[in-house]
């Protein structure tokens, strides 16, 4: 088994392509700060799953008109990919947003939470403690 497969070198191409053709020809001005995060092709080269993130404000609704521009722009990225790399065929495109970072964040911050928390019963029961000490002396 060879250590890249060539799906994943694929994948790594249309990424790169992907973030740079979506920031300077895509001129729709409904679309946000978009960033690739991943991308996985299918086996036979006929799909790729190309997984944004937005910057800013991600309500449902802003996601869903996001993803509704990128697909409508999807034509023209497939034949901007098609100049740029030397594919016999190039996936058809199909993009999802990323749930994984805003999981993330939420995670980080809930861990933040419980670090401060923790803290404060600490320097609660510090407290306690010192009161304490006064009073038996």
Same mark, same amino acid.
């Given at each position: ?7 994943? =070198?694929? #994948? ?6 992907? #973030? ?8 729709? /001005? !409904? *679309? ?26 991600? $309500? /449902? ?10 697909? =409508? #722009?999807?034509?023209?990225? =497939? $034949? ?10 190039? /996936?058809? *495109? ?12 939420? *995670? ?5 939470? #419980?670090?401060?928390?923790? =803290?404060? !019963?600490?320097?609660?029961?510090? $407290? ?10």
């Amino acid at each position: 088994m060879r250590e890249f497969k060539r799906t994943d =070198r694929v #994948a790594d191409q249309l990424q790169k392509e992907l #973030a740079v053709l979506i920031q300077r020809e895509v001129k729709d /001005p !409904r *679309l946000g700060m978009v960033t690739v995060s991943g991308v996985t092709v299918s086996r036979d080269l006929g799909y790729a799953d190309i997984y944004v993130t937005l910057l800013g404000e991600q $309500s /449902p609704e802003r996601i869903k008109e996001n993803l509704q521009v990128l697909k =409508r #722009a999807g034509g023209f990225l =497939r $034949s901007q990919i098609a100049k740029r790399i030397k594919l016999r065929h190039v /996936p058809e *495109l199909r993009f999802h947003f990323d749930e994984s970072v805003v999981r993330g964040q939420h *995670l980080s911050s809930l861990i933040d939470e #419980a670090l401060a928390s923790d =803290r404060d !019963r600490q320097d609660d029961d510090l $407290s306690e403690d010192n009161a304490d000490n006064e009073e038996t002396r």
